[in-house]
């Protein structure tokens, strides 16, 4: 392993010239930060737009023969205010003419939007002073528009071992007829961790405009603690349930590469962040709880049928209705006599009445029930394996708080605890498992 650090910026941490030097700051000050993967402008507050955004537009208008000269003036106006602040030499204008024209002849949704990386990544490396290397010449597809791990690898060793410091754009890469491909909405996350892992860096810096990932959302349970150490394990058990920060694909070709990933503050770099690491490193956390998260809008299909255990074929039956429809379901708990599945309204759109009507018809159970508006949470943390009085605090700090418990699913790796309940108790029932363990 190098004593390489890969770092990336999020577009809140270069969304105008004050937070470029604040990036730069940070770049200087430490010489193992080598490769430097920016992301196109955010945000400056709640109510600008995204750069990416609105070259998405951009797009949108000339595919409907409409004039987009409004918004890309907008966009325009965006990077000469950040070139003219920061007072570099290089030529924007001449960038975003090239680039204009290339949209108005009808350039694809991805090589439009691949932009905001591009320019972002042209003005950045002139500030730095440091080499500009563009996504496409190393980041590569394949003709189906697939990731080509191999040749990315390749071409990323071959092109980055013999420069010192670089900065190459995120979000997007080249199909081999030189087409631009971008991977999915905020994909610099996954750019970055390709790049780690094929420089073998020793550490992958995401910086971001938040101190890394909190215990549990602080919408719903007030100032939570930070966590400084959580797995990839966890991270995707947390992600799942709605904590997001980090791209959910950024998390593999790190974690294949076994390289840590701490995320950063660029308004507050002196805070630790969080440092996701691999699944069995870390210290020892017996009986503690690495975070919980949650989300609303689940309905449970709930049957029961006498002698359901001994009847061959019933649980296939009930599943391939589901699949029939196209539906995915998120948790299956069941008793002796009784089979439940837990499914994302999202999923079940306008369906519900004619899945039901399905599994009366090919399983033929007693009752059926449909409790809507259920709630999951999932309370996680290696800490919890082996360790015993977990649950015990989880249910004692519900019943407590008077919240009903309708469903408990714990999986074999003791990682993970989810519960089900109402969403009326949603936001009490998060708050008391947070206060049963900090
Ligand atoms: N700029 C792209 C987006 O807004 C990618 C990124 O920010 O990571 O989705």
């Given at each position: 392993m190098n004593n390489i650090v890969v770092v990336k910026f999020g577009g809140s941490s270069l969304a105008n010239a004050e937070q470029f030097r604040k990036v730069k700051n940070i770049i200087l000050s430490d010489e193992r930060r080598r490769y430097i993967v920016p992301s196109a402008p955010g945000k400056r507050h709640s109510k600008d737009y995204k750069i990416t955004d609105l070259f998405y537009l951009c797009h949108a208008h000339v595919q409907q023969h409409i004039s987009f000269d409004g918004v890309f003036e907008i966009i325009e106006e965006r990077y000469k205010e950040i070139v003219r602040e920061l007072d570099i030499s290089l030529d924007i204008g001449g960038y975003l003419k090239e680039i204009k024209n290339k949209i108005a002849e009808g350039a694809t949704p991805d090589y439009t939007a691949s932009r905001g990386e591009y320019l972002n990544g042209l003005i950045l490396a002139n500030f730095l002073n440091v080499d500009f290397v563009d996504a496409a010449e190393v980041i590569l597809f394949d003709k189906y528009g697939y990731f080509d791990s191999e040749s990315t690898k390749k071409a990323i060793s071959e092109k980055l071992n013999s420069i010192e410091r670089a900065v190459i754009p995120g979000f997007y890469g080249a199909m081999p007829d030189g087409n631009i491909k971008t991977f999915s909405r905020g994909g610099s996350d996954i750019t970055g961790s390709i790049i780690a892992r094929d420089v073998e860096a020793k550490l992958y810096e995401n910086w971001t405009d938040v101190s890394g990932f909190l215990m549990a959302d602080p919408r719903i349970v007030e100032n939570p603690k930070p966590i400084e150490e959580i797995t990839y394990k966890e991270l995707r058990e947390l992600a799942y349930m709605g904590a997001t920060v980090l791209h959910e694909e950024a998390i593999f070709p790190a974690r294949e590469g076994c390289i840590p990933i701490n995320i950063k503050n660029t308004n507050a770099p002196e805070d630790k962040g969080t440092i996701i690491i691999n699944d069995d490193e870390g210290k020892n956390q017996m009986g503690t709880i690495t975070g919980i998260a949650g989300r609303k809008d689940f309905t449970v299909i709930a049957v029961e049928k006498a002698f359901m255990n001994a009847e061959i074929g019933f649980g296939r039956r009930l599943l391939s209705i589901l699949e029939a429809y196209g539906v995915s379901f998120e948790n299956m708990p069941s008793g002796i006599d009784t089979m439940s599945v837990v499914i994302a309204d999202s999923q079940l759109d306008n369906k519900l009445d004619k899945i039901l009507e399905e599994i009366k018809r090919q399983?033929?159970?007693?009752t059926i029930q449909v409790i809507p508006n259920m709630a999951l949470i999932a309370t996680v943390?290696?800490?919890?394996?082996?360790?015993?009085?977990i649950s015990e605090k989880i249910f004692t700090s519900l019943a407590r708080n008077n919240v009903n418990i309708r469903m408990i699913d714990q999986g074999s790796s003791e990682m993970n605890i989810i519960i089900g309940i109402e969403a009326s108790d949603f936001e009490r029932a998060i708050n008391s498992i947070y206060n049963a363990f900090v």
């Open positions: 399983c033929n159970p007693d943390g290696r800490g919890m394996a082996r360790s015993i009085g």
